[in-house]
């Protein structure tokens, strides 16, 4: 009896052995754009670029994305002793809130939002036309090594500039207050700064070097409804401001 429960291992080893490289191949994955996308093979997820897993002879539906990027879709072929391997680079999605915005970049319209471009690494200068709203631009790096997606353009409507200008001058009429200050931004989930209209970063985030005054703060995640709100910088203060976005259902 030992015996034949010795062989039945024995047996199960082989059988095994013989499914692992006789029936299933390597394949492996990697992506320049953007470092780390996502791997869904056959509709399940698998994980991260750089990839490497065996799957089962035969044909395989392939997808690489990431927010921010125009998905990559293909077909694997797994054969016995043919590693299958993928290098993909997945397109910017260049996007605007809201949409239908004319993009023009380094100066040469280039389409409308939201739509898939493909940039090389450099730097560029993105500009965002919409009627009814005020003009986004922004100068943006593409690294050789790209992880994060290109930042979303939020337009704000022209009604909502001239209120926040009579804001400011009327806050301009104020005596001033010389030096400068600090302003120390978290919120959750995490969003984009903008500091009267200009880019600052995402949060959490401290700005180091304000000069003293008022400034409109605006946090901005695609989503979520943007946070509007004027703070004030004194000398050798630092201002805090915590937020909550809310999703845009809400």
Do not use: C
Not at 24 to 42: E, H, N, Y
Not at 179 to 199: C, E, H, K, M, R
Not at 211 to 218: A, E, N
Request: proline letters at 6%; zero cysteines; hydrophobic letters at 40%.
């Amino acid at each position: 009896m030992k015996y034949v429960i010795l062989a039945i291992v024995i047996l199960m080893i082989i059988a095994g052995l013989l499914y692992y490289y006789v029936f299933t191949g390597v394949i492996t994955i990697d992506s320049q754009r953007p470092l780390d996308a996502a791997v869904r093979i056959d509709g399940k997820e698998v994980g991260e670029t750089p990839l490497k897993i065996r799957l089962r002879r035969g044909i395989h539906e392939v997808k690489a994305y990431k927010e921010g990027f125009e998905p990559w879709e293909g077909q694997a072929t797994i054969k016995v002793g043919s590693p299958e391997t993928f290098s993909v680079k997945l397109r910017f999605i260049v996007k605007s809130e809201p949409t239908g915005a004319t993009i023009t970049i380094n100066d040469e319209v280039v389409g409308v939002t939201d739509m898939p471009i493909d940039l090389t690494a450099g730097v560029y200068t993105f500009d965002f036309k919409k009627e009814g709203y005020a003009r986004v631009k922004f100068m943006a790096e593409v690294p050789n090594n790209v992880s994060m997606p290109l930042p979303v353009a939020p337009l704000v409507p022209l009604k909502e500039i001239r209120k926040e200008q009579q804001e400011a001058i009327a806050e301009a009429e104020r005596p001033a207050v010389s030096g400068y200050g600090a302003i120390q931004v978290n919120s959750t989930p995490d969003a984009q700064v903008f500091l009267d209209g200009t880019l600052q970063g995402e949060t959490p985030l401290t700005m180091a070097k304000v000069r003293s005054g008022s400034y409109v703060l605006k946090l901005s995640r695609e989503g979520y409804k943007d946070l509007r709100q004027t703070v004030y910088v004194n000398k050798g203060e630092t201002t805090k401001v915590a937020a909550e976005l809310k999703p845009m259902e809400e």
